[in-house]
C-alpha cells in the first residue's frame, strides 16, 4: 500500500464521516452504535468492504423517507446486525479459528 493509497483511503472516509454526520439525530446514535459493534466482532473486511456505507444509503433513503430508524431495523439493533453479518468471516471467527475451534461453532 502506497501513500497514495492510504491519501485516497482517508479521503473516503472522511467522506463516509461527513454522510453519516448529516443523518438525523436518531439515525446517527444508531450508526455509531452500530460501527461500534462491527469493528469489534464484524466482518474482517470491514473497512474496504460495502457494509458501513450501505448502511448509510439504507439509513439515508430511511430518513428521505420520513421514517424512524428503529422502525427500519427494529428494536433489537445487535439482532439486525447479526443478521447482516451472518454469512460473512468475523474476527470472532478467526479468534475461535485461533484457539483451535471452528469457525461458527461458538456457543453450540
Excluded at 46 to 56: A, F, H, N, R, W
Excluded at 66 to 91: Q, S
Aim: proline share 6%; aromatic share 8%.
Amino acid at each position: 500500500m502506497g501513500i497514495q493509497d492510504i491519501i485516497e483511503g482517508k479521503k473516503q472516509w472522511r467522506a463516509h464521516r461527513a454522510r453519516v454526520d448529516a443523518l438525523p439525530p436518531d439515525y446517527r446514535i444508531v450508526y455509531k452504535e452500530m460501527e461500534k459493534y462491527f469493528f469489534k466482532v464484524g466482518p474482517v473486511d470491514l473497512p474496504d468492504g460495502p457494509l458501513l456505507p450501505g448502511i448509510v444509503d439504507f439509513f439515508e433513503e430511511g430518513a428521505a423517507s420520513g421514517r424512524g430508524v428503529l422502525d427500519l431495523i427494529g428494536n433489537d439493533v445487535a439482532a439486525f446486525c447479526d443478521d447482516l453479518v451472518k454469512d460473512v468471516r468475523t474476527h470472532a471467527d478467526v479468534h475461535q479459528e485461533s484457539i483451535g475451534g471452528e469457525a461458527g461453532t461458538a456457543g453450540k
